[in-house]
């Protein structure tokens, strides 16, 4: 009780006096920890629905019957024939958009006259009656015009599925294959087993009936391959979700670095009164843990605010490179609250350790002797530059170790390692800068930038801190700004390289790493005759299992491919032989995204479950793609039509023949297409558009960056708040030798803009080495990605600048108060 | 620095509660010098850099000859690229005493100058305040608890309580 009570008055009452300050601190908590919070949420949702409404809808399955291009209607009645008691309820599986606009909503056709019906209720009299999820807000008797594949059908909504969530269209299984061209076929069994025997044995007795390259799997499977194949995904965006905090621990390091200096004279009498170390110790401890415990509880409730905008952002990512999925409620659960709380007091407590351990070793009368005195690491200055060099050697040698089940863990660590190791040489850095400085800056910016260097040093220990920071958050963002811009440069060389046609065809609707609308194969007949078309390149796309992981299989015409020289392979592999070779056999190309995801070198062999059985094929070369991480294995056009024998394509490429009137074709083939859902792209606007999507896929990753410069600047106003406080003795006696209130604010806005210019000086060379680290390590080890280095100078200009720009603005506030306070009273004080 | 109660204040004929901050600031930098009991030198700075400080603000150039020849005047030029806490509090009026001086103010105001010092280094300091007022032709105004100190001035009001209680006729 004794010791709550000292608590509140020692430590907690003086917090109360600053409270901006305090505010600050507990909010740059809050932040890095609601950011935490928002990205595992919103995580979680975006990675959370892969078909779940549909699993509400038909009750759940226990195993799932599918094929590669879907299976042959036929082996439907042989299983009923079986004599197990199993029910199986099939399904077509396809995407409609609401008149070709706006997200693709799942199209389901099931059997209702078999099963569902009870759920579903009357057919109506509707020529062509779809029951609509509650989420699609559809009213019994609406007409909707939806667009599948690429043909706009007119339906009727004959019933509302329930649940608020739930935006499936369903219909039944015979429209639904009519309607989709898939007579004959169908996309799934569900299987539902009855409560004897193990999921297990029941599956390795359907195995036996079926014919080879027919799956049989446990309910579910395809969402967790989904959410393998996002793993990496979601460690990369959760890692980064930490930089916020890892900003946020060097302001409670600096906000209890504070609190100790400040208090040595009372540690001091503290101590000579019968304080034990411990008791220092575990006081401030304690205040760190005030901190954590204000700004975790805070960041929770923030956290939750922003992670409904941040599914938005995640969702936006994992559709466009990975998977079709409609982001889950966001939902709160107990083990989040958990970890959202403890990974904030755990990093507040670590953050305190180095000031609390200092405190509680202070001796009693040096402590009251020498009264208030600047925090001083007890480490000297070669202590430190030997624990940098060894961290750095550590990094050095954590980048050339390979991944841990797939994440690059070790380049993390690097990554920490080589931001801790900067952080324990600022001070070094900072002091030599601003002494090797201060006589320049007298002359260019007057004496007010030669005493804020002055000061700088003189408190070298606790801007050294808040350089770090500063630092850490410039870095982190050049970083990823380096990568982005690299890829981005990379993705626009590539697309350059790659997309040589005139006109490129799609159906209309979202574009889905997994969805592979077609098109009726006549427009590309009509379209390869038209006047002035020199080729047609027909691509068709599946969605497939691979390895226990999704993938796609397609098949282009290599030929066309090779004769526009639009593929580009790793280098030391000849493209024109290649693809030469492969339309002669059983032959694919992979892409690099899937050579490095399965390790699949040229000349390996997949097995590709295909056509009723396992097919064998050589892999011929690896060829560079940054569409989709998913990972593509083409095969030229033929083979796949021998295998799987639906000309309807999923994309068409359209080359003129030299000297044609690209807007004449134009025309033409807009007539050709005329009332079809099929967009037409000219090479430029879908260099665009995939260029826009490139950058709606980093919105997510600026938001995180964003937020750590945030927390940054909040430090650099907490801290320069505090400096005020500290040195008002020095500003009130500025005023009585004649200083201006401009020349006052001048100084401290000087003080602020050299640590500005200095955290960003050494941000851009740490972010530059990290830079490397994401792009030649971490992406590679999690994406497989080749990225050229480039140096995007524009961007890192931008946010170089409006660091500094915010770090002098963050001035302004201390300035004011400095100058707000009276100077005879404050030396009277002293 | 301050505004009076009532009454007012004037300075070379200039009433101080008409001018705006600019303006104050103004006359603190041309026409006043300050002393303090507690010296206040900035501990960031040499002795030489203190000095030079009135000149630097009021944005003068090539500060440093004068800023020694008054330090040279205190008998602290040999000390001028100390620290402040590597100096004596004696050495630290003293630099305080040039720096207040610098900018050759008309009028220096001196707050017990002597109230941290012993006597001996006290003395000094007021003959310091004396020679001052002498060569530079100064007027000290120096507020002092002490009856020897106030003995040297040519002219003292005697307060009490925030009221003045005599003024002595000019010697």
Known sequence: MSALLLFWRLLVRPLAQEPLRTSLTVLSVALGVAVVVAIDLAGDAAAGSFHSSLESLTGKGDLLITQTAGLDEHLLGRLVELPYPLEFQPRIEAFATVNGKGEALPFIGLDLIGNGQARIGSFGNFERPIWAGAALNWHNGQNVRLLINDVLTDFTVAGVLPGEENNVIVTDIGLAQTITKRLGHLDAIDVKLPSSGSVDSWRRLLEKQLPRGVRVEPQGSRTDENRKMLRAFRWNLRVLSYIALVVGAFLIYNTIAISVVRRRNEIGVVRALGGARESILSGFLAEALFFGFCGSVLGLLLGRALATGAVKLVGNTVQALYVSSRPAAVHFSLESIAAGVGMGLLVSVIAALAPAVEAARVPPLEAMARGREEFSRRQGAGKRAWMALLLFGVAALFTRLPPIQGQPVFAYLAVLFLVIGTAAVIPEILGASVRASRRMLMRVAGVEAFLAAQSIEAALGRMSVLTAALATAVAMTASVAIMVGSFRETVGVWMASSLKADFYLRPAGSAAADQHPTMNPAIADDIEKLPGVAAVDRFRAYAISYDGMPATLAGGESSRVRDAGATRFLPGENGRAILDKLPTGDYVVVSEPFANKHKISPGDELQLPIAGGVRTFRVLGIYYDYSTERGFIVLDRKTLLKYLPDPAESNLAVYLQPGADASRVREEVDRVINGRGILVFSNSTLRKAALATFDRTFRITWALEAVAILVAVMGVAGALLAMILDRRREFALLRFLGAAAEQVRKLILCEAGLIGIIANLVGLALGTVLSLILIFVINKQSFGWTIQFHWPAPLLLAVLSGVLLSTILAGLYPARMALAMNPIETLHEE | ?171
């Open chain 2, 1 to 171: 620095m301050d505004f009076p109660t009532s009454g007012e204040v004037l300075l070379g004929g200039q009433r101080t509660t008409a001018l705006n901050d600019r303006e104050l600031t103004r006359l603190r930098r041309e026409q006043v010098g300050f002393i303090f009991q507690s010296f206040q030198l900035l501990h960031t700075l040499t002795a030489v850099e203190n000095v030079e400080l009135p000149l630097l603000l009021a944005g003068q150039k090539n500060v440093r000859s004068r800023a020694l020849d008054r330090l040279r005047w205190v008998e602290m030029d040999a000390l001028a690229d100390r620290l402040i806490h590597q100096l004596s509090g004696g050495q630290q009026q003293r630099v305080a005493i040039a720096r207040a001086l610098v900018h050759s103010p008309k009028l220096l105001l001196a707050d017990e100058p002597t109230g941290n010092l012993d006597s001996a280094t006290g003395e000094v300091v007021l003959q310091l305040l004396q020679r001052s007022a002498r060569e530079f032709g100064v007027g000290v105004m120096m507020a002092t608890h002490s009856a020897e100190s106030a003995a040297l001035a040519h002219r003292v009001l005697q307060l009490r309580d925030g009221r003045l209680e005599r003024a002595l006729a000019p010697r």
